[in-house]
């Protein structure tokens, strides 16, 4: 594991820099960041990834990604350019952590994001418990280099740019010399901290203005109507318009929906879902889908079906290159759905990606509130909670 050219590296990165500045970013430093170190970071646009390098310039830093995305050809040239390497998503990945000690080892600087996705609402999500072991073993300085507008300005339910401001703060979270006094619940808690954000609570304060764009695919991330409960939202440029009762929502400069917050908007979501969940003995959600899968180097399709959530498991039934399969997943072993907005939902197991492509923009979303409240419902039930 060789961390990045440092000649090309510092090309690349200053120019990096500069575009991240164009776009609107400005760094706040507390501390000068100095390997061997263990950079987190939020994660709430696909270009996270450029304003870390740019904070942590003109230190090299190798970022650990979903592995995923190396499949990805463009996108995976960069990555192997810059020496980031793969981390297989909500599993144990001995590979990915031997890589980190490598890195350290040689006083590099790893980039890490903990979410293992990025927020669809700019709201920090849930971070296992794993990055705890993680550092404590690593016994090398740790930072938090938090983005706030980030999502924003690059929201990742489009490839549209809404400009405005960025603020990037970087600081020291846990000093090497404390690590070996914190159990993992206390490093799991203070990197929680370290990493909380929530960009509509932020905004409220802050009232940062952002350049309007078109909004298409917002509705992918927020479906229901507050006004009567249809779950069917349909974007019309700067607005979400629903077709069953005529509300119209638009969404403003301060990233607002209607003078909503998205995160509440999204909650509502959360809170109907899980009340159908807890009141329908029967609840079953369920869509046709393609399945995509590692073949060779790409993520190709491999299959049709359908795909159905209910409250005893997640079932596939349907073709895997060319012939009849069904797979089966326990709730307790799917945290979440990690999901590209409006497209599909993916479960990862034993190395292999599953991802389900569906028509629906709305589903998806609808896939991964009711999995998450799933996931925590049959961990109750096996601790005798329900």
Not at 189 to 199: I, K
Not at 225 to 252: F, I, K, Q
């Amino acid at each position: 594991m060789k961390r990045p050219n440092w000649l090309l590296y510092a090309i690349l990165g200053f120019l990096v820099r500069i575009y991240a500045f164009l776009k609107g970013q400005r760094i706040a430093r507390t501390t000068k960041i100095k390997g061997p170190a263990i950079v987190l970071s939020n994660h709430t646009s696909f270009h996270d990834f450029i304003y870390t390098v740019a904070a942590v310039y003109p230190r090299r830093v190798s970022f650990m990604a979903a592995g995923k995305m190396f499949y990805d050809p463009l996108l995976g040239f960069f990555l192997r350019l810059a020496r980031a390497f793969p981390k297989c998503l909500f599993q144990s990945d001995p590979v990915s952590t031997l890589n980190v000690f490598r890195i350290l080892r040689r006083k590099g600087i790893v980039s890490i994001f903990p979410e293992g996705q990025i927020s669809p609402i700019g709201v920090t999500q849930p971070i296992a418990p794993a990055i705890a072991k993680l550092l404590g073993k690593a016994k090398a300085d740790v930072y938090v280099v938090k983005h706030m507008g980030a999502g924003l300005v690059n929201p990742p339910w489009t490839k549209k740019t809404f400009g405005g401001r960025i603020l990037t703060e970087v600081g020291l979270l846990i000093p090497k010399e404390r690590l070996a006094a914190l159990s993992e619940r206390q490093i799991l808690e203070t990197v929680v901290d370290g990493l909380s954000f929530n960009a509509s609570a932020f905004n409220a304060k802050r009232r940062w203005t952002y350049r309007l764009n078109d909004i298409r695919n917002l509705e992918s991330v927020i479906y229901l109507c507050p006004a009567c409960g249809h779950d069917a939202l349909a974007s019309d440029r700067h607005r979400l318009v629903c077709p069953a009762c005529g509300n119209a929502m638009a969404y403003d400069r301060f990233g607002t929906l209607g003078g909503r917050r998205i995160d509440v908007l999204y909650h509502a979501q959360e809170e109907k879902m899980a009340l159908e969940i807890e009141t329908n003995p029967a609840f079953r959600l369920a869509a046709p889908v393609k399945l995509e899968s590692y073949r060779g180097d790409r993520v190709a399709e491999v299959g049709a079906g359908t795909l159905a959530l209910t409250r005893s498991g997640y079932v596939y039934d349907g073709t895997i290159d060319g012939e009849r399969a069904t797979l089966a997943f326990d709730p307790r072993n799917v945290p979440t759905l990690p999901s590209d907005l409006g497209r599909n939902i993916q479960i990862y197991e034993g190395y292999v990606l599953y991802q389900f492509v569906i028509e629906d923009v709305t589903l998806p979303t609808k896939f991964v509130i009711a999995a998450e409240h799933l996931h925590k419902r049959s961990n109750a039930a096996a601790e005798g909670g329900i």
